[in-house]
């Protein structure tokens, strides 16, 4: 089947080598860590539970620290835990991590200069700089995002279920930067009252320290599956059930620009057990969406689909509302989620692509209100965020100007909102949700 967005290895041999080689590799999760996830989702579906997916637009080969994975992870926590306590409901935390190293592009070249250069596809194939031989895909890339994969789900398992993540240090989460601003001080109130809950529920007898209900989290990894050499080289049979599974992380989805019916990345994903998603644009109509659930899950498994809406704040509610309608009447257990950003991409004066942290806020607010007025479940958030103080999407609440944009513009590829952003949106949305529920 034709597989779009694939990079034009320039040695077909040395491809071979490398997928061979990561096809002798360790998986890097487990089966029967997907099928949690995948009950998790299941929740979701059925609308007691709320999904985080957040992350780089792509990791890079070049911020690979403890620091910076911390730091996702401490942003990550912070927002589960005020949707989890303004909520009410368990909040499914996914990163877009360990694993986001491939990107689909619009074109295939870009100009710089005078020269046609090719694109930057991602670390996992090239590299951003702006010439010809950086930008020659190399299939060692793939080993590397293998191996930097590995470590970083390593300190993540550590940090999640070593104590780093436990709810007794809520007010650790805050960093310094975050919390001297307006949405840093709101933070600080609520674990303020969380804490006091904790030492309540030790005043009656409950043991917070070795509970491991409130001593560790699960955050579970995933990534675009877009390089179908290397997901297939992660694939492997479930020693367990005999299923087939994409170990390269939990969850899998499928970009805008590889989502077609008969395409190789549907083909490929439909064969795997792992929960998947699948992002769905303004242009989607409703045969479209009921063929993808009956291709993607025709079994029904709740949590088995996730689709990810990114189709920009002035169209979300019109060209949403008839799907989920649809899909309502089909009774298909689906996750919605609403992807703000991708849609909402645009140019600054000064030539940086960006976002505006207001439109993100409208289409999060336009997909609350048509999930409303169809009575389904506004299942969850997929964000681009970094825990670092960068400057690349305009507004928040301590507003992000076009003249701060060029002050740390870190991104190897699209626009992140920074850690202060990010705990803003995370306080809009239960707001929102809250209001609407
Ligand atoms: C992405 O999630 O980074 C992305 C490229 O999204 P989409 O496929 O929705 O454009
Ligand atoms: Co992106």
Same mark, same amino acid.
């Given at each position: 089947?034709? @597989?779009?967005?694939? !990079?034009?290895?320039?040695?077909?041999?040395?491809?071979?080598?490398?997928?061979?080689?990561? +096809?002798?590799?360790? !998986?890097?999760?487990?089966?029967?860590? &997907?099928?949690?996830?995948?009950?998790?989702?299941?929740?979701?579906?059925?609308? *007691?539970?709320?999904?985080?997916?957040?992350?780089?637009? /792509?990791?890079?080969? #070049? #911020?690979?620290?403890?620091?910076?994975?911390?730091?996702?992870?401490?942003?990550? =926590?912070?927002? &589960?835990?005020?949707?989890?306590?303004?909520?009410?409901?368990?909040?499914?935390?996914?990163?877009?991590?360990?694993?986001?190293?491939?990107?689909?592009?619009?074109?295939?070249? #870009?100009?710089?200069?005078?020269?046609?250069? %090719?694109?930057?596809?991602?670390?996992?194939?090239?590299?951003?700089?702006?010439?010809?031989?950086?930008?020659?895909?190399?299939?060692?890339?793939?080993?590397?995002?293998?191996?930097?994969?590995?470590?970083?789900?390593?300190?993540?398992?550590?940090?999640?279920?070593?104590?780093?993540?436990?709810?007794?240090?809520?007010?650790?989460?805050?960093?310094?930067?975050?919390?001297?601003?307006?949405?840093?001080?709101?933070?600080?109130?609520?674990? $303020?009252?969380? #804490?006091?809950?904790? @030492?309540?529920?030790?005043?009656? $007898?409950?043991?917070?320290?070795?509970?491991?209900?409130?001593?560790?989290?699960?955050?579970?990894?995933?990534?675009?599956?877009?390089? =179908?050499?290397?997901?297939? &080289?992660?694939?492997?049979?479930? +020693?367990?059930?005999?299923?087939?599974?994409?170990?390269?992380?939990?969850?899998?989805?499928?970009?805008?620009?590889?989502?077609?019916?008969?395409?190789?990345?549907?083909?490929?994903?439909?064969?795997?057990?792992?929960?998947?998603?699948?992002?769905?644009?303004?242009?989607?109509?409703?045969?479209?969406?009921?063929?993808?659930?009956?291709?993607?899950? !025709?079994?029904?498994?709740?949590?088995?689909?996730?689709?990810?809406?990114?189709?920009?704040?002035?169209?979300?509610?019109? /060209?949403?509302?008839?799907?989920?309608?649809?899909?309502?009447?089909? $009774?298909?257990?689906?996750?919605?989620?609403?992807?703000?950003?991708?849609? *909402?991409?645009?140019?600054?004066?000064?030539?940086?692509?960006?976002?505006?942290?207001?439109?993100?806020?409208?289409?999060?607010?336009?997909?609350?209100?048509?999930?409303?007025?169809?009575?389904?479940?506004?299942?969850?958030?997929?964000?681009?965020?970094?825990?670092?103080?960068?400057?690349?999407?305009? $507004?928040?609440?301590?507003?992000?100007?076009?003249?701060?944009?060029?002050?740390?513009?870190?991104?190897?590829?699209? %626009?992140?909102?920074?850690?202060?952003? +990010?705990?803003?949106?995370?306080?809009?949305?239960?707001?929102?949700?809250?209001?609407?529920?």
């Amino acid at each position: 089947m034709p @597989a779009v967005q694939q !990079p034009q290895w320039p040695d077909s041999g040395d491809l071979e080598r490398a997928l061979k080689q990561i +096809s002798t590799f360790p !998986p890097l999760v487990f089966a029967g860590e &997907a099928r949690s996830l995948q009950a998790a989702l299941g929740q979701v579906a059925s609308g *007691n539970a709320f999904l985080l997916q957040a992350g780089d637009c /792509a990791e890079s080969f #070049e #911020e690979f620290t403890a620091v910076n994975i911390r730091e996702k992870l401490r942003i990550i =926590l912070q927002m &589960a835990v005020m949707l989890t306590y303004s909520m009410g409901v368990p909040v499914v935390k996914v990163g877009r991590i360990a694993g986001q190293f491939a990107k689909p592009r619009s074109a295939n070249t #870009e100009k710089v200069g005078n020269i046609d250069l %090719p694109v930057f596809r991602g670390h996992m194939v090239n590299d951003p700089a702006a010439h010809e031989d950086a930008r020659r895909p190399n299939p060692d890339r793939l080993i590397q995002a293998y191996h930097q994969s590995a470590s970083t789900l390593n300190l993540l398992r550590a940090f999640t279920k070593g104590g780093f993540a436990d709810l007794n240090r809520v007010h650790a989460w805050n960093q310094e930067f975050v919390a001297t601003s307006a949405e840093g001080q709101r933070y600080e109130q609520v674990a $303020g009252e969380i #804490e006091r809950a904790l @030492a309540f529920m030790r005043a009656c $007898g409950v043991d917070t320290e070795t509970n491991s209900a409130l001593h560790q989290v699960d955050v579970y990894t995933s990534h675009e599956a877009l390089i =179908l050499g290397y997901e297939e &080289a992660l694939t492997r049979q479930d +020693s367990l059930t005999g299923g087939w599974y994409d170990c390269s992380a939990h969850m899998l989805w499928i970009g805008e620009r590889t989502r077609q019916l008969d395409g190789a990345h549907i083909e490929f994903l439909r064969g795997v057990g792992n929960p998947i998603g699948c992002k769905i644009g303004k242009e989607t109509n409703v045969d479209f969406v009921l063929n993808l659930c009956e291709t993607l899950n !025709p079994s029904r498994i709740p949590g088995r689909l996730t689709l990810i809406t990114r189709m920009g704040a002035d169209h979300v509610v019109d /060209a949403l509302r008839p799907l989920l309608r649809a899909v309502r009447d089909t $009774g298909h257990p689906v996750v919605w989620a609403c992807d703000p950003m991708h849609a *909402n991409t645009f140019t600054a004066p000064n030539g940086r692509k960006t976002r505006h942290f207001d439109d993100i806020i409208r289409e999060i607010t336009g997909f609350v209100l048509a999930h409303r007025a169809e009575g389904t479940w506004p299942g969850g958030i997929h964000i681009e965020l970094t825990g670092e103080n960068v400057t690349e999407c305009l $507004g928040g609440a301590e507003a992000v100007s076009n003249e701060d944009l060029d002050t740390r513009y870190e991104t190897v590829c699209d %626009p992140r909102l920074n850690a202060r952003q +990010s705990l803003d949106l995370a306080f809009r949305v239960t707001e929102l949700i809250r209001d609407k529920k």
